[in-house]
């Protein structure tokens, strides 16, 4: 088990963001969450990185129990996440090259070896060329797949995508969503939150609803159709 929800509540004020969340997730699954705008998706995001933690129950991820951590341990906690949203949030100032290879400077990786994994990456995402850009140069899909690529530059173990194609239209969205299909391919647990779950082909993931606050049963793909 790499993540758990134990009965887990979230309120803000009075109201219930999450209600009663009872969820596993196992390593190397693809799970999609959808639900309306406003159904706790993101507060579940938040409390799995845990910069947020719950009113009651427990959130444990890959070993740390969000009752129990420490300070200290939050970023040994968050170097095993890689985390995406809806607005890329790279950093204007830095080229395509410096966006991505930003976690491993800030760890103290080696030059040469940042280099090589920046290359790779910057090659799997079919970007090479555009290293030397920076942000405002790039179409929004290419911007969310460097963004993509700077989440998984550290070799996360949970890669956790918040609505990353909400600002895309529909053919660039099919890229992204292969690349978050490769990336779960290759090992990573994915989260993905969207509003369109038929983006992910039956069979390959699977699929929660949360509706104010509360999750729905596991449904598949079909079962969207009875919602
Ligand atoms: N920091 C906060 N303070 C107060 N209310 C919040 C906060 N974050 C989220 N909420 C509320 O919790 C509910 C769930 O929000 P959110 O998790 O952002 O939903 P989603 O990502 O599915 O759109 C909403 O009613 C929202 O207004
Ligand atoms: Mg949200």
């Known amino acids: 088990m790499l ?6 509540s979230r309120f803000y004020d009075k109201w219930p963001a999450l209600e ?7 390593s190397g699954e693809f799970l999609v969450l959808s639900g309306p705008s406003g ?20 959130v444990e991820v890959s070993g740390y129990r969000s009752d129990r951590i420490r300070k200290g341990d939050l970023s040994n906690l968050r170097r095993k996440l890689g985390i995406v949203f809806q607005d890329f949030r790279l950093l204007s100032e830095r080229t395509v090259f410096d966006n991505v290879a930003l976690p491993l400077q800030v760890a103290g990786s080696s030059p040469r070896a940042v280099r090589k994994r920046v290359f790779s990456l910057l090659a799997e995402i079919e970007l090479s060329h555009r290293r030397s850009s920076y942000p405002h140069e790039l179409s929004g899909g290419e911007q969310q797949r460097v963004a993509i690529a700077r989440a998984m530059v550290a070799h996360p173990v949970i890669l956790l995508a918040d609505e990353p194609t909400g600002n895309l239209d529909p053919d660039v969205s099919k890229q992204v969503i292969e690349l978050l299909l490769e990336i779960n391919r290759t090992g990573t647990t994915v989260i993905l939150a969207t509003h369109d779950p038929r983006q992910i082909p039956a069979g390959t ?14 449904v598949s793909w079909d079962g969207y159709n009875q919602l």
């Open 39 to 58: 159904a706790g998706k993101t507060t579940l995001f938040r409390l799995i990185w845990m910069g947020d933690f719950p009113t009651s129950g427990v």
């Open 205 to 218: 993931a699977r699929y929660l609803y949360l509706d104010k606050g509360h999750l729905a049963n596991p």
């Open 3 to 8: 993540i758990s929800f134990q009965n887990v």
């Open 20 to 26: 009663n969340i009872e969820l596993t997730v196992e």
